[in-house]
Nanobody, 127 residues
Framework: QVQLVESGGGSVQAGGSLKLSCAASGYTYSCMGWLRQAPGKEREGVAT??????????RYAESVKGRFTISRDNANNTLTLQMNSLEPEDTAMYYCAAVRGSWYPGSCGVTDDFHYWGQGTQVTVSS
């Protein structure tokens, strides 16, 4: 059974940091990512990571480049998102997500469709 469980959300002041974690079970996914949805806005991809053998491909939304870092521990099947220099615009519900199927060149982008989702963890950044 596929299960993705997020943790690590919370409230922080602008300029602060948070680290989100996702525990995955049921399968080892070639592509995983973090997406977010703010009230009244569409859900958007934040960061994705694909593992192809020993090579890892990371992709980020322009709005978080240089501030967020995605990583994964395949041995423990966990995904993390280190968020630094947080801004009020980062306030949203953050979801861990995974793609069903194999990676291929050009796939696993922040605008791609994801098949499995966690319940989400709230991140609130105050100014």
């Amino acid at each position: 059974q596929v299960q993705l469980v997020e943790s690590g959300g919370g409230s922080v002041q602008a300029g602060g940091s948070l680290k989100l974690s996702c525990a995955a079970s049921g399968y080892t996914y070639s592509c995983m990512g973090w997406l977010r949805q703010a009230p009244g806005k569409e859900r958007e991809g934040v960061a994705t990571i694909a593992t192809v053998g020993t090579i890892r491909y990371e992709r980020y939304a322009e709005s978080v480049k240089g501030r967020f870092t995605i990583s994964r521990d395949n041995a423990n099947n966990t995904l993390t998102l280190q968020m630094n220099s947080l801004e009020p615009e980062d306030t949203a519900m953050y979801y861990c997500a995974a793609v069903r199927g194999s990676w291929y060149p050009g796939s696993c982008g922040v605008t791609d469709d994801f098949h499995y989702w966690g319940q989400g963890t709230q991140v609130t950044v105050s100014s």
